[in-house]
């Protein structure tokens, strides 16, 4: 897939995912306890590794995506297969029992994961109007 972003714009926008990621899975399971995270370590690992590597990745990889489609309909089926990977990501979790929803769903889950990816979109775009700005101004990419 061509990068619509620059290296620099594609690592911020993992780093503010990643935090934005981690400080969910933090505030639902141990300050709301409307999730709670499996106490096995392996689980917990596998739980960590989806909500602070794979999940910023969906999220960069949303971004050049649909920066890279031009007709609303390619865009919404994109959007739509991602949201659909990290709903089963979340359907794994509750499966192998890593994670449980005492207070919350899996269909909230799915809601915020959509809410998740059009912040993305946003975040994406901003840093693309950033970058655009940057090379017109000089030449060269942030």
């Not at 619509?4 to 306890?33: P, R």
């Not at 739980?47 to 910023?56: G, K, S």
């Not at 979340?90 to 005492?102: A, G, K, R």
């Amino acid at each position: 897939m061509k990068k619509k972003l620059s290296f620099t714009a594609n690592s911020i926008q993992f780093m503010v995912l990643s935090i934005i990621s981690t400080n969910y899975i933090t505030i639902m399971t141990n300050n709301l306890e409307w999730m709670k995270a499996s106490e096995d370590v392996t689980q917990f690992i596998s739980l960590l590794i989806n909500r602070e590597c794979i999940l910023p990745l969906v999220g960069v990889i949303m971004v050049n995506g649909y920066l890279n489609y031009n007709k609303r309909s390619g865009k919404i089926l994109y959007y739509v297969s991602l949201l659909l990977l990290i709903s089963v990501l979340d359907i794994l979790h509750v499966h192998f029992h890593s994670l449980s929803y005492p207070d919350w769903s899996l269909f909230n889950t799915v809601i915020v994961n959509a809410l998740y990816l059009v912040f993305c979109i946003w975040l994406g775009k901003g840093l693309y109007y950033f970058q655009k700005k940057e090379e017109g101004r000089r030449g060269q990419d942030i």
